[in-house]
């Protein structure tokens, strides 16, 4: 309006200016509309009228620049002026009345800033029309352990294997639940390759010449065939326990690696054990870690890797045309799965060395004559599996999502591994739709809701989608909550998530309550780090979004006391087994895990700002510096002739230098910012989103190493590996490769320094010491 002023002064004040532009901009919410107005002279019109030039360049009779004489202050033009003057302030006062009226029906934020502690300003996060704590309550009022209990008893009903008949009805039974709730639905269907025991066949073993044991157990993607080996106990199978056996100059070509199930995955045991030249893994359930019935059947997979291994890197629909392909994470030896009673009589007649004191076990490990025959015969078979979606749309940033999912598919009954999970998933779905709907919460960004399939054979259908929508997921959603195996005890509480979510899951803690108590005082006991928190691992569905996709990921738990719930993986995952773990409190456990998963995704779409915390990188990655920076010094000093003299870790060091400058400039950006500005948010949201997805290697092919993630994922060229390679390195180890060491060194730094280039924002806002 001061340009209105401007122009109506000059106006009446005679100035020789024919034609004025202004504009009267009003920012609505990203509305970008302009009102232009014309001010033009009677002369103006005249000339116009009788056709003397253009607008811009106005000519006399001499050829002169024509110039508007003096107005004559006439009463009529004294009335010709009184109403324009008159006509500007209407013009001006509909565009202040519409546009407060179109604010008005566009989400309203409240007010983001508290001022408290000696009037210091502070973000309070509240979302459009809602303060967070009104939204808790409500999320408490419509998600009831009452109300979950229901669902728990339908979908406990029936046959949970992928691809079977009952898993297509669960699914159907799910899309009508989103359907229920309004939500716009749609569904993926996809023709995946898995291995399973043929119809009337069986995998089997003999010991010493002995009686056979045949095995309805199975490990899917296992090799096919028959092999005969001396028996080798590994323990856990785990990188430590083979360079133990190293360590004992114990010979492992060919031999039955006897394994016990526990802190890895199925998978990763396989591969460690083939990389020792194994020809053959057999793996059981101990009793000290374990409290199962002698003749209980394992179930399982051992790709070194998830989703369907037959189309690596590329979804899984149905007329893809692409050339035959296999995962690079499929077996080379026979794998398969022991009951503990036949592990007993394994372990009760072995000779040879003694175990290491530290092992728990028998007292020998196995010698050459203990002869063992392994036999697997599964099928390769085709299934069409279904993923079911249901979204509930943002109101501000609808293109942005968190997703929630669980598996619907289990190897037997299921009831923890996937039952409670799916309830939880429709219910949670329902009472935020139902909060949408009736309660007044508008959230910012949208929820996707999941149900996958074939979770058991490896995240199939999880990591099918994410194959499928890679470039556009990447890019739009931020973070993946998955609820499977959410209660599997009663005595205690674990997380496995990014870095990036730690301090949004400790805030959480402290807001969800059991038995009148907050989650993080009954079970963190102001020790989060060591008490709750634990790795991902690989079998879990959160892993792919984290290590493949880069999308922040977590998974979370009530276990039992010792983190082991007994009857994953087997035909005895009853809801009567369930019960016996929890006290019979499955719903209302089941419902506080509800709230907790509630709780942080909705915070993540009420607030202006993603609440993720750049920095908690930082402090993983200067650990990774420190323990490479001592090895390298070791390396030089044992091995001088391995790596160059002049190698130092200092490259490394300002590349985390930059990333935490980065990190500390966009704090400075976001407390110098207007949150208010939805465009703002949204740009310091994608800054926040970049962080996790950039520390993925791109030097790297996803078919070769799928989790490409530098801190989290698999493979030579994590920061994991190279402090291994270093110490592989120290003692002048065969396969070592200082070639490949200083390669992989110099990609995974300036991984790092790339990530901090994007954290910090536009390019002439970097601030390199490289």
Not at 91 to 111: D, H, M, R
Not at 380 to 389: A, G, Q, R
Request: glycine fraction near 8%.
């Amino acid at each position: 309006m001061e340009q209105a002023r401007s122009t109506i002064s000059k106006i009446f004040n005679g100035e020789p200016h024919t034609y004025t532009r202004f504009n009267l901009t009003q920012n609505m919410e990203g509305d970008t509309s302009q009102v232009e107005m014309k001010l033009s002279t009677d002369a103006d019109e005249e000339a116009v009228e009788n056709g003397m030039g253009d607008h811009r360049h106005h000519h006399g009779t001499n050829g002169k620049p024509y110039m508007v004489q003096k107005m004559q202050r006439t009463p009529r033009n004294l009335c010709y002026m009184v109403c324009g003057v008159l006509l500007i302030f209407i013009i001006g006062f509909l565009i202040g009345y519409l546009t407060n009226k179109k604010k008005e029906q566009a989400p309203v934020c409240a007010s983001s800033i508290s001022i408290e502690n000696n009037d210091i300003p502070h973000e309070t996060g509240a979302a459009p029309l809602m303060d967070w704590d009104d939204v808790t309550k409500l999320l408490t009022e419509k998600f009831s352990a009452a109300k979950l209990e229901k669902v728990l008893s339908e979908f406990a009903q029936g046959s949970h294997r992928a691809g079977s008949p009952d898993d297509e009805s669960l699914a159907n039974r799910v899309l009508q639940r989103f359907k229920d709730s309004s939500m716009k639905t749609w569904t993926d269907e996809h023709f995946i390759k898995v291995q399973d025991l043929p119809a009337a066949g069986y995998n089997k073993i003999v010991f010493k010449n002995g009686t056979e044991d045949r095995s309805r157990g199975f490990l899917s993607y296992s090799v096919v065939g028959s092999v005969q080996g001396a028996v080798l106990y590994a323990h856990y199978g785990e990188d430590d326990d083979f360079r133990v056996l190293q360590d004992k100059n114990i010979n492992m070509n060919g031999r039955v690696m006897l394994i016990r199930d526990g802190k890895i995955s199925f998978a990763e045991k396989v591969a460690n054990a083939a990389r020792m030249n194994a020809s053959a893994v057999l793996i059981y359930r101990d009793p000290n870690d374990y409290n199962i019935k002698e003749e209980t059947e394992l179930y399982g997979h051992v790709h070194m890797g998830s989703g369907d291994p037959y189309t690596p890197g590329f979804p899984s629909f149905n007329h893809t045309q692409f050339p035959p392909a296999e995962s690079s994470g499929l077996p080379k030896i026979l794998a398969q799965t022991i009951t503990l009673r036949v592990a007993k009589k394994i372990l009760s007649q072995l000779g040879g060395p003694k175990r290491p004191e530290r092992w728990r076990g028998y007292n020998t490990l196995g010698g050459e004559t203990d002869i063992i025959t392994v036999e697997v015969n599964n099928v390769l078979t085709e299934k069409k599996i279904h993923n079911v979606f249901g979204v509930i749309k943002g109101f501000v940033d609808p293109d942005r999502y968190v997703v929630i999912g669980a598996q619907r598919d289990a190897w037997g009954p299921g009831y923890a591994a996937s039952t409670v999970g799916t309830s939880v998933l429709v219910e949670l779905a329902r009472a935020i739709s139902d909060m949408v709907k009736n309660g007044g919460f508008k959230p910012r960004r949208s929820i996707v809701f999941a149900s996958w399939s074939a979770g058991e054979y490896g995240n199939i259908g999880a990591t099918e989608w994410l194959e499928g929508y890679l470039s556009s997921l990447s890019m739009k959603a931020f973070s993946y909550i998955n609820l499977d195996g959410i209660v599997t005890g009663l005595n205690g509480f674990k997380v496995a998530a990014s870095p990036l979510m730690h301090t949004l899951i400790e805030n959480t803690l402290k807001e969800v309550k059991i038995r009148d108590a907050s989650l993080y005082k009954q079970f963190a006991k102001d020790n989060f780090e060591s008490n709750i928190l634990e790795p991902m691992r690989m079998d879990s569905a959160a892993y792919p979004f984290l290590a493949f996709s880069g999308i922040p990921s977590m998974s979370f738990r009530f276990s039992p006391d010792n983190s082991n719930y007994n009857h994953f993986g087997t035909m005895e995952d009853t809801v009567a087994n369930l019960n016996a773990a929890t006290s019979s409190q499955v719903p209302q456990l089941a419902a506080t895990a509800g709230r907790f998963a509630g709780h942080i995704a909705l915070r993540l779409v009420h607030d202006h700002l993603l609440q993720m915390d750049v920095m908690k990188y930082y402090k993983v990655v200067r650990s990774y510096v420190y323990k490479i920076n001592g090895r390298v010094k070791d390396v030089l000093q044992m091995q001088p002739q391995l790596l160059p003299k002049s190698l130092t870790v200092q490259w490394l060091i300002s590349a985390i230098g930059s990333y935490s400058r980065a990190a500390q400039s966009l704090q400075n950006d976001i407390q110098n910012s207007d949150l208010e500005d939805i465009e703002m948010c949204r740009l310091i949201n994608d800054r926040i989103m970049a962080v996790e997805r950039n520390f993925l290697s791109h030097y790297v092919s996803p078919r070769q190493s799928p989790f490409r993630h530098i801190l989290v994922g698999s493979g030579p060229h994590t920061l994991k590996a190279l402090t291994k390679h270093l110490e592989a390195l120290k003692t002048n180890n065969p396969e070592a490769n200082a070639e490949l060491f200083l390669n992989e060194f110099a990609l995974a730094t300036w991984t790092i320094q790339g990530c901090a280039n994007s954290l910090a924002g536009d390019i002439w806002s970097l601030d390199n010491e490289i």
